[in-house]
């Protein structure tokens, strides 16, 4: 059975009186560990889809499935606990809170999740994970103590806090040099791999999304399965 | 050793985000509450000194010449110097009404510094040792014998005035010597400040050379009405059948400056409002633009995992940790201001009974409820709003 599934997802925007497409009868279905990447313009719909996918907005018409439950049928509370237990996001700004430091970012979705943003074990596996984006010693540096790229790995390394089953990645290397960039799209591919976690990751990178097992491609609203040249099967559901 | 990230630890990083603003904000909530400590300390302070005066007079009713009630009250609890004077008769008349189980008078003379007296001006208390209930309980307990002929005891601030601390000291009234022999405990009645001594000593030593005051007068008759009957059935009683007396009973006692105070506490209540209102305006404006500014780290934290309940708890505890700490600097303040300001106001200085520590925790408890409570009122809208926020509309915003 498929982790994540959306059946005919379409997102509409209201704006100054006219509306906007943004998502137009996407359906998708992702197995679990599954590593997928979407590529497509700008303004092509990938974050909005993203979004949805992710929980943080509900599609106009449609349905967004996980693990078999219909994501939006839940209340207010339990969509923030899929995002805080499920969802690991990593956005495509820097996006730390700047009255906590390093290792107190990442700590955050542990004291969401309820437990645990104290005690030793939590504190070790911020530290680790820092460790892993080598930013070890940056764990008590404030958000403006570090560069953009820094504060980039820093939430990456916070997508991965609480263990989610998904990754859900929008331009996850924007900022950062060619050779950390590789060092996240490895790590991704570690955690893809070593715990099957799934990952679904936007990107305008043709060359980053070859590494994704599957990939997808938006175009104005519509998803379509593999690369633009391959031949888009516009709106199809897409298994693999 | 690892240090917890808690929801207060948060919390206080971001108020140190902005410290003019915080600081602000404080110290308006602080101001507040140091103007409802300063009142309420005000007028339970008098209050409390009016009612404690009236029940250390041990009568349950005081008669009085037509027209000294407000004289009596001076003397009796601001210390002032006044006499009035009633025929004795009075004292039979009194007793003789139904309801009164004790009857028992005072007289009081007035000294004259520099001239009859080498005393400051005080008031002369003329008491019969005999018929007594009012002086006799505290005489007994500091002297331990009735007073003799020319002898007297003071009230404490009479000793402080003559700048006594020694008994036996000799002094001159009306053109007799006369020896002090002992100083009586503070009582919290203007009769603190006066100097006590037999009716019969008076009379004889005395009085002659005290030209204003009419023989065979008497300035004030104290009643104890029998159990179970209301002191004010009684005093009325008096009155109709003593019709050159006023009858005043001891719950009465100082309900003119009570009346008075009350109009005091109402304006500070209106002064409080006015000003509550101002800070909870400030209160408003100050986490509206907290709230505005922090839209995208909400989103960001309801992305990531938040529930709304850790969005409003983040921003209740900011709001209830300004409040508290406003609140706490208020009461200190307002503390403060009652002991240095109060010896500034007449009225304070004359209220003898200090606020207990009962009180003083209750004015400080109810201080920082009032002040937490205005901060918390005036940021209840900006909190709602945060509720709102959008994580995507934050997010797409970048």
Same mark, same amino acid.
């Given at each position: 059975?498929?982790?994540?599934?959306?059946?005919?997802?379409?997102?509409?925007?209201?704006?100054?009186?006219?509306?906007?497409?943004?998502?137009?009868?996407?359906?998708?279905?992702?197995?679990?560990?599954?590593?997928?990447?979407?590529?497509?313009?700008?303004?092509?719909?990938?974050?909005?889809?993203?979004?949805?996918?992710?929980?943080?907005?509900?599609?106009?018409?449609?349905?967004?499935?996980?693990?078999?439950?219909?994501?939006?049928?839940?209340?207010?509370?339990?969509?923030?606990?899929?995002?805080?237990?499920?969802?690991?996001?990593?956005?495509?700004?820097?996006?730390?809170?700047?009255?906590?430091?390093?290792?107190?970012?990442?700590?955050?979705?542990?004291?969401?999740?309820?437990?645990?943003?104290?005690?030793?074990?939590?504190?070790?596996?911020?530290?680790?994970?820092?460790?892993?984006?080598?930013?070890?010693?940056?764990?008590?540096?404030?958000?403006?103590?570090?560069?953009?790229?820094?504060?980039?790995?820093?939430?990456?390394?916070?997508?991965?806090?609480?263990?989610?089953?998904?990754?859900?990645?929008?331009?996850?290397?924007?900022?950062?040099?060619?050779?950390?960039?590789?060092?996240?799209?490895?790590?991704?591919?570690?955690?893809?791999?070593?715990?099957?976690?799934?990952?679904?990751?936007?990107?305008?990178?043709?060359?980053?999304?070859?590494?994704?097992?599957?990939?997808?491609?938006?175009?104005?609203?519509?998803?379509?399965?593999?690369?633009?040249?391959?031949?888009?099967?516009?709106?199809?559901?897409?298994?693999? | 050793?690892?240090?917890?990230?808690?929801?207060?630890?948060?919390?206080?990083?971001?108020?140190?985000?902005?410290?003019?603003?915080?600081?602000?904000?404080?110290?308006?909530?602080?101001?507040?509450?140091?103007?409802?400590?300063?009142?309420?300390?005000?007028?339970?302070?008098?209050?409390?000194?009016?009612?404690?005066?009236?029940?250390?007079?041990?009568?349950?009713?005081?008669?009085?010449?037509?027209?000294?009630?407000?004289?009596?009250?001076?003397?009796?609890?601001?210390?002032?110097?006044?006499?009035?004077?009633?025929?004795?008769?009075?004292?039979?008349?009194?007793?003789?009404?139904?309801?009164?189980?004790?009857?028992?008078?005072?007289?009081?003379?007035?000294?004259?510094?520099?001239?009859?007296?080498?005393?400051?001006?005080?008031?002369?208390?003329?008491?019969?040792?005999?018929?007594?209930?009012?002086?006799?309980?505290?005489?007994?307990?500091?002297?331990?014998?009735?007073?003799?002929?020319?002898?007297?005891?003071?009230?404490?601030?009479?000793?402080?005035?003559?700048?006594?601390?020694?008994?036996?000291?000799?002094?001159?009234?009306?053109?007799?010597?006369?020896?002090?022999?002992?100083?009586?405990?503070?009582?919290?009645?203007?009769?603190?400040?006066?100097?006590?001594?037999?009716?019969?000593?008076?009379?004889?030593?005395?009085?002659?050379?005290?030209?204003?005051?009419?023989?065979?007068?008497?300035?004030?008759?104290?009643?104890?009405?029998?159990?179970?009957?209301?002191?004010?059935?009684?005093?009325?009683?008096?009155?109709?059948?003593?019709?050159?007396?006023?009858?005043?009973?001891?719950?009465?006692?100082?309900?003119?400056?009570? =009346? !008075?105070? &009350?109009?005091?506490?109402?304006?500070?209540?209106?002064? +409080? %409002? *006015?000003?509550?209102? #101002?800070?909870?305006? @400030?209160?408003?404006?100050?986490?509206?633009?907290?709230?505005?500014?922090?839209?995208?780290?909400?989103?960001?934290? =309801? !992305?990531? &995992?938040?529930?709304?309940?850790?969005?409003?708890?983040? +921003? %209740? *505890?900011?709001?209830? #940790?300004?409040?508290? @700490?406003?609140?706490?600097?208020?009461?200190?303040?307002?503390?403060?201001?009652?002991?240095?300001?109060?010896?500034?106001? !007449?009225?304070?200085?004359?209220?003898?009974?200090?606020?207990?520590?009962?009180?003083?925790?209750?004015?400080?408890?109810?201080? @920082?409820?009032?002040?937490?409570?205005?901060?918390?009122?005036?940021?209840?809208?900006?909190?709602?709003?945060?509720?709102?926020?959008?994580?995507?509309?934050?997010?797409?915003?970048?």
């Amino acid at each position: 059975m498929a982790s994540l599934v959306a059946e005919d997802v379409t997102k509409t925007f209201g704006m100054n009186g006219t509306s906007l497409t943004a998502v137009s009868h996407a359906s998708l279905a992702i197995e679990r560990g599954q590593f997928v990447s979407i590529t497509g313009h700008s303004g092509s719909g990938k974050t909005t889809l993203l979004s949805i996918l992710g929980g943080l907005s509900p599609p106009s018409s449609g349905r967004v499935l996980f693990e078999g439950t219909d994501l939006y049928a839940r209340d207010g509370d339990a969509l923030s606990d899929y995002r805080c237990e499920q969802v690991g996001f990593v956005f495509q700004f820097a996006s730390l809170l700047h009255a906590l430091t390093a290792k107190e970012n990442l700590l955050l979705p542990a004291r969401f999740r309820g437990a645990p943003g104290r005690g030793a074990a939590v504190e070790a596996r911020a530290l680790a994970l820092l460790e892993l984006v080598g930013l070890r010693d940056k764990a008590d540096a404030y958000p403006a103590q570090l560069s953009g790229g820094q504060q980039r790995r820093v939430a990456i390394a916070r997508a991965f806090m609480n263990e989610p089953a998904l990754i859900l990645a929008d331009e996850p290397t924007g900022d950062l040099d060619e050779e950390t960039e590789a060092e996240v799209m490895k790590l991704f591919r570690t955690v893809n791999e070593a715990s099957g976690t799934t990952v679904v990751m936007v990107t305008h990178d043709a060359e980053l999304a070859g590494e994704a097992g599957r990939r997808l491609h938006m175009h104005r609203g519509r998803l379509a399965e593999g690369l633009p040249a391959s031949g888009p099967t516009v709106g199809a559901v897409a298994r693999r | 050793m690892a240090r917890e990230l808690t929801v207060w630890g948060h919390a206080v990083r971001n108020l140190r985000r902005t410290p003019a603003r915080t600081g602000i904000l404080v110290v308006a909530i602080a101001l507040l509450v140091s103007v409802l400590v300063f009142a309420l300390s005000f007028v339970r302070r008098v209050d409390a000194s009016i009612r404690a005066a009236s029940e250390r007079l041990g009568a349950d009713v005081l008669v009085v010449p037509t027209g000294s009630r407000g004289a009596a009250e001076d003397v009796l609890l601001d210390n002032r110097v006044k006499t009035f004077y009633m025929d004795r008769s009075i004292v039979e008349r009194v007793k003789a009404v139904k309801g009164v189980a004790r009857v028992t008078a005072q007289t009081y003379l007035a000294t004259l510094p520099g001239g009859c007296c080498d005393v400051p001006e005080s008031m002369v208390v003329s008491f019969d040792q005999e018929s007594d209930f009012v002086v006799g309980p505290w005489l007994a307990k500091k002297l331990g014998r009735p007073l003799r002929r020319g002898e007297a005891v003071v009230g404490s601030e009479s000793a402080f005035n003559i700048d006594l601390g020694l008994t036996e000291v000799n002094g001159k009234l009306f053109g007799s010597v006369f020896r002090i022999v002992g100083v009586l405990e503070r009582t919290g009645t203007g009769l603190d400040t006066a100097i006590f001594m037999d009716a019969r000593s008076v009379d004889q030593m005395f009085r002659p050379g005290a030209r204003d005051v009419p023989p065979s007068s008497i300035s004030v008759v104290f009643a104890k009405v029998e159990p179970g009957v209301d002191p004010r059935v009684v005093a009325g009683r008096i009155e109709d059948t003593v019709v050159e007396a006023d009858a005043v009973a001891r719950r009465d006692v100082g309900q003119n400056v009570l =009346r !008075a105070l &009350g109009d005091i506490g109402r304006m500070f209540l209106i002064t +409080f %409002l *006015l000003a509550s209102s #101002l800070a909870a305006g @400030l209160a408003w404006a100050v986490f509206s633009g907290v709230a505005n500014e922090r839209i995208r780290e909400v989103g960001l934290m =309801r !992305a990531i &995992g938040a529930r709304e309940s850790h969005v409003v708890r983040l +921003f %209740l *505890l900011e709001v209830l #940790l300004v409040g508290a @700490l406003g609140s706490a600097a208020g009461v200190v303040l307002g503390t403060g201001l009652t002991f240095v300001l109060g010896k500034g106001f !007449a009225i304070l200085r004359a209220a003898t009974a200090d606020l207990g520590a009962g009180d003083r925790a209750a004015v400080a408890a109810l201080g @920082l409820a009032v002040g937490t409570g205005v901060c918390l009122l005036g940021a209840l809208a900006p909190i709602r709003s945060t509720r709102r926020t959008e994580p995507l509309a934050v997010l797409k915003g970048g």
